[in-house]
């Protein structure tokens, strides 16, 4: 939630907020902001390719226990290449998470982002339900070879109420490939390889991310974290330096610790698949971004 200046908005009160669940308001049953404790998977690709942003990233402990952690927090850490490892289960302890990210390596010659995903997913599934769940990938946006499906990891994430950001440094080809002059996560709405888009609700990445829910596919190129993050209320930014990463961190970290968290129970009973949300404010000039909905399993 911010201002036009891009300052978080932290003086709004329950009354400022209207939900629309299928573009039908509803009554908001709980009004908190930064009231639950956080458990945060950390997830980094290993891949060969980024070993030039080895100082970045291992040098990066300090600033993802101190900003994104902080006092309270809950954190653990996820390796991925070819394989998915944990290298720290979840702990409190500031020093063994930064040891863990000290110590990454960038040897592998793959990077299964999903099977990487999917395993902090089940990491996250074990904490306390009062618990807000944060999965952050710090990683390229591609996958090699994974036994997971995207679609399969970002309806589990919303039927835990995950939250996924992501972190993407880019190995020495990034200027080229991307342009120099383009803000961290503003990246236009991503193309599918099946062709056109179905004409269904939300724009951009919302969309992408409700027309990968309702299919089993993983057919989508060079924006998966894009459209992960986008499908669960947080954010990508694509972060070509190291300062860039830094502040990519912060921005976070400073999100997570000043969140508006609303909760409400569907009028009616929501049909299996995805269920459309919208939040407003009624102060003008506030960006809002927010889940653009859940899922419902067809067993529930």
Do not use: C
């Amino acid at each position: 939630m911010t201002d036009k200046k891009g300052e978080l908005v932290l003086d709004l009160v329950q009354t400022d907020f209207h939900i629309f669940d299928k573009g039908v308001e509803q009554s908001i049953q709980r009004f908190d902001i930064d009231a639950d404790p956080l458990a945060v998977v950390l997830v980094v690709d290993t891949n060969v390719r980024l070993r030039a942003m080895t100082p970045v990233i291992q040098g990066m402990g300090t600033i993802f226990t101190e900003t994104v952690m902080a006092l309270s927090g809950e954190a653990a850490v996820i390796t991925y290449g070819t394989d998915a490892e944990v290298s720290q289960p979840f702990t409190q302890d500031h020093e063994a998470i930064e040891k863990a990210i000290a110590s990454v390596k960038f040897q592998s010659p793959d990077s299964n982002l999903y099977d990487a995903m999917a395993k902090g997913l089940e990491l996250l599934n074990t904490q306390p339900s009062q618990y807000r769940r944060i999965l952050l990938v710090v990683g390229e946006s591609q996958d090699t070879q994974s036994h997971a499906k995207l679609s399969e990891v970002m309806r589990e994430a919303q039927l835990q109420n995950v939250v996924i950001y992501a972190i993407g440094p880019s190995s020495t080809s990034g200027d080229l490939r991307y342009g120099k002059d383009e803000a961290p996560g503003q990246r236009p709405p991503p193309s599918l390889k099946l062709g056109k888009l179905p004409p269904i609700g939300g724009t951009g990445y919302a969309a992408v991310a409700i027309w990968l829910l309702t299919r089993g596919t993983n057919e989508i190129s060079n924006h998966q974290l894009e459209v992960a993050a986008a499908s669960t209320g947080g954010i990508h930014y694509r972060a070509l330096h190291q300062e860039t990463i830094r502040t990519a961190l912060d921005r976070i970290g400073g999100e997570l610790h000043a969140q508006y968290v609303l909760s409400y129970a569907p009028s009616g009973d929501p049909p299996a698949g995805f269920n459309e949300i919208k939040v407003t404010v009624s102060r003008p000039d506030v960006a809002i971004r927010a889940r653009p909905g859940y899922y419902v399993s067809k067993a529930e």
